[in-house]
């Protein structure tokens, strides 16, 4: 299961909505419904799950993205992003 995900392109200025499946020291998958460009770059935020009660803290971060694949036909894609900067 992944974590709410807002991700704002950075060439558009455009929000959307999907969910981080992955996240690794350097990248992370996320799933939505929105196609970005090769090598566009994103700021991300997702929101960690609540833990014992207390809201996670989101992590923040910008992004460029390195692979985008159809994961459910016109639906739902899965975007592979390099983590550039991010927000402690």
């Not at 020291?25 to 090598?39: C, H, I, K, T």
Request: positive net charge; proline residues 5%; hydrophobic residues 40%.
């Amino acid at each position: 299961m992944g974590c709410k995900a807002r991700i704002k392109s950075l060439n558009t200025g455009e929000t959307h909505y999907g969910e981080c499946v992955d996240l690794s020291v350097d990248g992370m998958a996320l799933r939505s419904a929105f196609v970005p460009q090769f090598g566009e770059r994103l700021a991300v935020i997702v929101l960690a799950p609540a833990v014992g009660g207390m809201p996670g803290k989101p992590f923040e971060a910008v992004v460029e993205v390195k692979r985008c694949n159809e994961v459910q036909r016109g639906r739902i894609y899965e975007i592979g992003v390099r983590i550039l900067t991010r927000k402690s």
